[in-house]
């Protein structure tokens, strides 16, 4: 969601707020606002892909949490309603594919698979300034395109590890932060391009490696940039600074 689509959700949530309880008119408006978030549900869902599960069920899941998280929503309490339903809706999502992978045995030779690659992407997408490909890391490991595949589909630890390339605890991070002041306010104080970051990361919604293609940089460099701003962000929320 752009910005200006943002304000418009925040405006609507507002005139919401303000009409009674069971109000018909405040029914077409959560009706409207959830229309209008439907793209940022998708968005997050298909960041949770190779997890072995069908893509629509995740999109129920998102669709829902998304609901969820409008009717939950309070203004009072200051952070905006992205910083409130994206942790809503990524919350929704895991806790959904824990279920489902509690009731899936993994066998050992993929357990150990999971562990190799999780070592070998830090290193990868820094030598490779992209997130390495499923033929990246079988060369890397030693193993073949299809054992790769298989692993990332038994516990899609390839996109866990990522960078933070989901929506992941910078979000938690994103929501701590708005609670005391509006993240645009936070983010004027940023230098340019970390401020950029930020921009693309929490409010277009982008992964860390679309920032990267997006400005010619690592994706290394990217999560390294995004921790500092984060970092003076939660620095400059603190009561009394």
Known sequence: MNPLEVEQVNKLLEKRA??????????????????RCLGLARNIASRFRYRGEDP????????????????????SRGSGFIAFAVPTIVGEIRHHLRDKR???????????????????????????????????????????????TEAMHAGSIYHDAELGDLVHDHDADHLAIDQRMDLAELVAILPDREKTIVRMRFLEER????????????????????????????ERARPGV
């Open 56 to 75: 629509d069920d995740v999109l129920q899941v998102a669709s829902l949490a998304l609901i969820v998280a409008v009717d939950r929503f309070d203004s």
């Open 18 to 35: 303000a009409l009674p309880h069971g109000d018909p008119a405040a029914e077409e408006l959560r009706a409207e606002i959830v229309t």
């Open 102 to 148: 509690d009731l899936v045995r993994v066998p050992r030779h993929i357990h150990e698979l999971r562990a190799r690659i999780a070592q070998e992407v830090p290193a990868l997408a820094q030598s490779l300034g992209r997130t390495p490909s499923p033929q990246d890391l079988a060369t890397a490991v030693g193993t073949t395109v299809e054992d790769i």
């Open 207 to 234: 992964t860390q490696s679309e920032i990267a293609h997006c400005l010619g940089i690592s994706q290394v460099h990217v999560s390294r940039l995004l921790a500092r701003a984060l970092e003076c962000l939660r």
